[in-house]
């Protein structure tokens, strides 16, 4: 399989502008995520909209494509990093994993227990969960819950504690196993074109998760469990918490 990995990085971040450039002990963030990534032993590249992001990793010899400033996620950005480069390149990739710009310390590891789902002929899309540990974690609706079947792919993801502990009010981690989901993707070459061009789901507008759109549409998402969820920076707060 050949696999690339795409860094989406926009500098106009709602809460953190120009996150991508911050210093974190003497590299951007954005440098340090590229890194970090091909230690995993893949390709990567970053998807940017911004010429000073563009000018940063051309600075330190990586990787870049220009893409839209019209996208409204990092998956279309993808999408329409990946034509662009193998039009640049020539080359033609199986495998797709988009790799979150905010996490400078992201475990290698993890990037290649994602391609590891793509040897299971029936998966679409990957991603990875971790176990709960906590109950108040449960009930957060800002922690997504999965739930997965018995070959690890998902059956559907929630804000909401799923499953819903009916009989008993307390100690709901002593009745079930509950997974955080960590939202980090990759793809099939040709199942990414094809999910950009889907409209939004009921189960998507309701839940407010893109993820439900492609379950909606019988797109099958192999799940991986790990242990670190890593560590993002989307606020000042953050960084210096980092530092």
């Not at 889907?198 to 469990?225: C, D, F, H, P």
Request: proline residues 4%; neutral net charge; hydrophobic residues 35%.
């Amino acid at each position: 399989m050949r696999i690339l990995g795409i860094i989406p990085s926009r500098y106009a971040s709602t809460r953190f502008p120009g996150k991508p450039l911050i210093d974190i002990k003497g590299k951007s963030m954005i440098q340090r995520v590229y890194e970090q990534a091909c230690k995993a032993g893949i390709e990567v590249i970053v998807a940017t909209d911004d010429i000073r992001i563009e000018d940063a990793v051309k600075k330190f010899g990586g990787q870049v494509v220009m893409t839209s400033e019209k996208h409204p996620s990092g998956t279309d950005r993808c999408a329409e990093a990946i034509e662009l480069h193998e039009k640049q390149t020539g080359n033609k990739y199986d495998i797709i994993i988009n790799i979150q710009g905010d996490e400078p310390f992201i475990d290698p590891k993890n990037l290649e227990l994602l391609a590891a789902c793509f040897l299971d002929k029936d998966t679409d899309i990957a991603t990875l969960i971790k176990k709960i540990g906590f109950e108040e974690d449960i009930h957060n609706p800002n922690h997504v819950k999965a739930v997965v079947n018995c070959k690890e792919f998902a059956m559907y993801f929630s804000r909401a504690p799923i499953p819903y502990n009916r009989n008993q009010a307390k100690n709901w981690l002593n009745e079930a196993v509950y997974y955080k989901h960590i939202g980090i993707y990759a793809y099939r070459s040709h199942v990414l074109k094809e999910i950009t061009n889907l409209t939004t789901g009921m189960l998507e507008r309701v839940e407010s998760l893109e993820q439900n759109r492609w379950l909606e549409n019988a797109y099958r998402i192999k799940t991986r469990l790990v242990e670190d969820e890593g560590i993002s920076i989307d606020t000042p707060e953050d960084l210096k918490k980092i530092n």
